[in-house]
């Protein structure tokens, strides 16, 4: 038995971890009671532990080949190792998350979104095909365009699992993004900034948790795009693909409990925000791929700022048509509790897809808290505003929504439910979550 | 361009991540292990990542007679050759079967010294080359719970001090690694201590960088060299009424 948690840290739960390296060890796998595939384990909560035994997918990670701007490649391998391999041969990830240490598994799982849902979609919509084991064994070639595809995009890998993938890379001219950064003093603002940049390729704003009254909603806004060979500096031209290594910087131990609170949360926001101030001046400017799509991935085990006891995310998603109401609800709320989040993340959503998958048309807030009783009570009244604004919740960063509040939120669910009896996959695979959510 | 590298043993983690690391550095890669077909997708892997060219070989230890044969049907005698074939065994089962015994010694020892025998010698009368053999801390001292695996491996140590000691004046260098404990098939479910246990990836990134400056023992995680230290200091009255 090992004790496995999400990238949160929290819940700590036992579980059997079993490591595959091909098609047959995960079929072998398949009788033995029930399971779930883990990918990376940057999930925030329970995701990925297995509610009785974990298969670790990072045996299988071999790419395959590589045609025509897709990539083969085993469910395991890592986004970071796609940008390490192809970015040198002018290929990006069209869709990432805002850290690379993700598999492909994982992303599609998960259905991940970037910071270009309300352009391109989300992560899904760039796989042309997976290869996935069945909770009976058999393994079907599903194209993105097959009904079946629906069921797995977004399943949180409680459908089946994924065994390979046909990834579509996008074409990029260089490794760095021409970004341009607005700075919004109230929330209005803000939502006016995307509303008016909706054709930029990637759009992301910081908020100040701690605003209050007239500045509720502060935020840095950074618009980007890939920049062309062209938009670089003559001496930048001759390798476009080639930006600043940057060391990782490790956080060499857990931060006691009180060392991120509202002062030195307060003051890092103040510097974030002076920050944005200076970016903004500056009008549009350089940023390598590193530091524009994976600020955080410098930061080597940034979840020891939160202390031993680990740290939870809330993340939403709100209808277009009551995202300011609600969302002016939500940081009032977060504001007024005081607790300590410097990491607030708003972006703007597209259309929804497949059966299953967390996105909608909207806004979608997503905030870290440590873990303690005052961050779970201010997190039911999150929920309480989310419900009551007609949104959904993020599998993906849950680690303790009542599965009540899942179905309320989330009609799909009953379906999805059908879904995974029908094909005999509510009894094959099972993770703490699906068990804690009843899915 | 760099020259070929051949990995022994292919099929395990570490040896997978060791073509890694060499690939990437542009060497072209030559895998051998029992089953090659069970490497076609391990080939594709080091093609996609890295562009360079694989090739897949059948290669079994135990059969030692066949070992000229397979140095000989080598696209190229390579540049350099990494020996990661070993077997773990079960101490228990060694202990009770003669034949189980004998295939621990045979596939920690014989073979691998059989093999890179073989490949000395080609080297050598190249005059330039790097054998890197896969060895264990399991040999420095044996231990109860897998003295026959150890004692194995403290042969194909003193088998290539032995070998680094005849070619250091023939343009051939020997790297002995010693890894400590690695999280692999060999050691899977085994409760491992985590400050002591490499993954595979590091146990490549430091057979690359032990190749690349010339070194002749490397321990991939540093601790195990004090850890070791330790143990071979501790008087035999003493050590053999441990359980370590
Ligand atoms: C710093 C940080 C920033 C992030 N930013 C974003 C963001 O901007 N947008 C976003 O959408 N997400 C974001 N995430 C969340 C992350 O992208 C997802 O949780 C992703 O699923 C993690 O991938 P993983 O490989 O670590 O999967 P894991 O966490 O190991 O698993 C996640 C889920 O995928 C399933 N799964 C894994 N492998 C397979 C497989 N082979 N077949 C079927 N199911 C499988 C698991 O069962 C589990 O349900 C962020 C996370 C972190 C830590
Ligand atoms: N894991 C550890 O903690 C650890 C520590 C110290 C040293 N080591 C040594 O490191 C090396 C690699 O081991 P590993 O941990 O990666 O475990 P592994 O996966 O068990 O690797 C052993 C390898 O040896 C091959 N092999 C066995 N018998 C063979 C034979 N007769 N002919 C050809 N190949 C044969 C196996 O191939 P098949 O797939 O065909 O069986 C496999 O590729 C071994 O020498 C091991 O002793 C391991």
């Given at each position: 038995?090992?004790v496995l948690s999400g990238w949160g840290g929290y819940p700590r739960i036992?579980?059997?971890?079993?490591?595959?390296?091909?098609?047959?060890?995960?079929?072998?796998?398949?009788?033995?009671?029930?399971?779930?595939?883990?990918?990376?384990?940057?999930s925030y909560g329970d995701s990925a532990i297995?509610?009785?035994?974990?298969?670790?997918?990072?045996?299988?990670?071999?790419?395959?080949?590589?045609?025509?701007?897709?990539?083969?490649?085993?469910?395991?391998?890592?986004?970071?190792?796609?940008?390490?391999?192809?970015?040198?041969?002018?290929?990006?990830?069209?869709?990432?998350?805002?850290?690379?240490?993700?598999?492909?598994?994982?992303?599609?799982?998960?259905?991940?979104?970037?910071?270009?849902?309300?352009?391109?979609?989300?992560?899904?919509?760039?796989?042309?095909?997976?290869?996935?084991?069945?909770?009976?064994?058999?393994?079907?070639?599903?194209?993105?365009?097959?009904?079946?595809?629906?069921?797995?995009?977004?399943?949180?890998?409680?459908?089946?699992?994924?065994?390979?993938?046909?990834?579509?890379?996008?074409?990029?001219?260089?490794?760095?993004?021409?970004?341009?950064?607005?700075?919004?003093?109230?929330?209005?603002?803000?939502?006016?900034?995307?509303?008016?940049?909706?054709?930029?390729?990637?759009?992301?704003?910081?908020i100040?948790g701690l605003?209050?009254?007239?500045?509720?909603?502060?935020?840095?806004?950074?618009?980007?795009?890939?920049?062309?060979?062209?938009?670089?500096?003559?001496?930048?031209?001759?390798?476009?693909?080639?930006?600043?290594?940057?060391?990782?910087?490790?956080?060499?131990?857990h931060l006691p409990d009180f060392a991120l609170n509202r002062?030195t949360v307060?003051?890092?926001?103040?510097?974030?925000?002076?920050?944005?101030?200076?970016?903004?001046?500056?009008?549009?400017?350089?940023?390598?791929?590193?530091?524009?799509?994976?600020?955080?991935?410098?930061?080597?085990?940034w979840p020891r700022l939160y202390g031993r006891r680990g740290f939870m995310q809330f993340q939403c998603v709100l209808?277009?048509?009551?995202?300011?109401?609600g969302l002016?609800a939500l940081l009032d709320r977060i504001a007024a509790a005081g607790l300590a989040s410097p990491l607030a993340v708003?972006?703007?959503?597209?259309?929804?897809?497949?059966?299953?998958?967390f996105?909608?048309?909207?806004?979608t807030l997503a905030l870290d808290f440590p873990v303690s009783d005052r961050s779970l009570a201010l997190m039911t009244a999150l929920d309480d505003i989310t419900d009551g604004h007609?949104g959904r919740f993020y599998l993906a960063k849950d680690s303790r929504l009542p599965a009540r509040r899942l179905a309320a939120t989330d009609?799909?669910?009953?379906?999805?439910?059908?879904?995974?009896?029908?094909?005999?996959?509510?009894?094959?695979?099972?993770s703490a979550q699906s068990e804690r959510l009843k899915l | 361009?760099?020259?070929?590298?051949?990995?022994?043993?292919?099929?395990?983690?570490?040896?997978?991540?060791?073509?890694?690391?060499?690939?990437?550095?542009?060497?072209?890669?030559?895998?051998?292990?029992?089953?090659?077909?069970?490497?076609?997708?391990?080939?594709?892997?080091?093609?996609?990542?890295?562009?360079?060219?694989?090739?897949?070989?059948?290669?079994?230890?135990?059969?030692?007679?066949?070992?000229?044969?397979?140095?000989?049907?080598?696209?190229?005698?390579?540049?350099?050759?990494?020996?990661?074939?070993?077997?773990?065994?079960?101490?228990?089962?060694?202990?009770?079967?003669?034949?189980?015994?004998?295939?621990?010694?045979?596939?920690?020892?014989?073979?691998?010294?059989?093999?890179?025998?073989?490949?000395?010698?080609?080297?050598?009368?190249?005059?330039?080359?790097?054998?890197?053999?896969?060895?264990?801390?399991?040999?420095?001292?044996?231990?109860?719970?897998?003295?026959?695996?150890?004692?194995?491996?403290?042969?194909?140590?003193?088998?290539?001090?032995?070998?680094?000691?005849?070619?250091?004046?023939?343009?051939?260098?020997?790297?002995?690694?010693?890894?400590?404990?690695?999280?692999?098939?060999?050691?899977?479910?085994?409760?491992?201590?985590?400050?002591?246990?490499?993954?595979?990836?590091?146990?490549?990134?430091?057979?690359?960088?032990?190749?690349?400056?010339?070194?002749?023992?490397?321990?991939?995680?540093?601790?195990?060299?004090?850890?070791?230290?330790?143990?071979?200091?501790?008087?035999?009255?003493?050590?053999?009424?441990?359980?370590?």
């Open positions: 038995m090992t036992d579980t059997e971890v079993l490591r595959v390296r091909d098609e047959a060890d995960v079929a072998r796998a398949l009788d033995g009671g029930p399971l779930i595939p883990r990918g990376n384990g940057r297995g509610a009785g035994r974990t298969l670790d997918m990072r045996g299988m990670d071999r790419m395959l080949g590589f045609a025509d701007g897709v990539l083969t490649a085993e469910a395991g391998v890592l986004l970071s190792d796609v940008i390490e391999a192809f970015l040198p041969r002018g290929w990006f990830p069209a869709v990432t998350p805002g850290t690379r240490f993700v598999t492909l598994g994982g992303a599609i799982a998960a259905d991940v979104h970037g910071k270009n849902h309300h352009l391109d979609g989300s992560f899904c919509d760039f796989v042309d095909w997976v290869d996935m084991i069945g909770p009976g064994g058999a393994v079907r070639r599903v194209a993105r365009d097959d009904p079946g595809f629906d069921w797995i995009r977004g399943a949180m890998g409680l459908t089946g699992i994924v065994l390979r993938a046909g990834l579509r890379l996008r074409p990029v001219e260089s490794g760095w993004i021409r970004q341009e950064v607005r700075v919004a003093d109230t929330l209005d603002e803000a939502v006016e900034a995307f509303e008016s940049r909706l054709d930029a390729p990637y759009a992301v704003a910081w100040d605003a209050r009254g007239a500045a509720l909603g502060r935020s840095v806004i950074a618009f980007g795009r890939h920049a062309a060979r062209d938009d670089l500096p003559p001496e930048a031209r001759t390798d476009p693909f080639a930006v600043p290594r940057r060391r990782e910087v490790p956080v060499p131990f002062f307060r003051a890092f926001n103040a510097a974030n925000l002076a920050a944005g101030r200076r970016a903004e001046a500056k009008g549009p400017h350089l940023v390598d791929w590193a530091r524009y799509f994976y600020p955080l991935d410098a930061l080597k085990h209808p277009l048509e009551t995202s300011r109401a002016a708003l972006k703007r959503m597209g259309p929804q897809a497949g059966r299953f998958s996105p909608m048309e909207g806004y007609g009609p799909r669910v009953e379906a999805f439910r059908a879904e995974r009896a029908r094909s005999g996959a509510d009894r094959v695979f099972a | 361009m760099s020259g070929a590298v051949l990995v022994l043993g292919a099929t395990s983690d570490m040896a997978r991540e060791i073509a890694r690391a060499f690939a990437a550095k542009g060497h072209p890669i030559r895998l051998a292990a029992r089953v090659p077909e069970r490497l076609a997708d391990d080939k594709a892997d080091l093609e996609t990542r890295f562009g360079v060219p694989v090739t897949l070989h059948a290669f079994d230890a135990l059969d030692t007679a066949a070992h000229a044969g397979f140095v000989a049907g080598l696209p190229e005698l390579p540049e350099i050759a990494v020996c990661a074939v070993g077997l773990m065994g079960d101490q228990a089962e060694t202990a009770a079967d003669p034949e189980a015994a004998a295939r621990v010694m045979r596939t920690n020892f014989e073979g691998p010294a059989s093999i890179l025998e073989r490949l000395a010698d080609a080297m050598e009368a190249r005059g330039s080359g790097t054998i890197v053999g896969i060895s264990s801390v399991a040999g420095l001292r044996g231990r109860a719970s897998n003295y026959v695996y150890g004692a194995a491996k403290a042969g194909f140590t003193a088998y290539l001090s032995g070998l680094r000691n005849r070619l250091a004046k023939r343009g051939v260098h020997v790297v002995t690694v010693l890894p400590g404990f690695v999280r692999t098939r060999m050691t899977e479910g085994l409760d491992l201590p985590d400050r002591l246990t490499a993954e595979p990836s590091e146990v490549g990134a430091a057979v690359l960088r032990g190749v690349e400056k010339g070194r002749n023992i490397i321990y991939v995680r540093p601790v195990w060299q004090v850890v070791m230290t330790i143990i071979r200091a501790l008087p035999e009255p003493i050590f053999k009424k441990t359980s370590l």
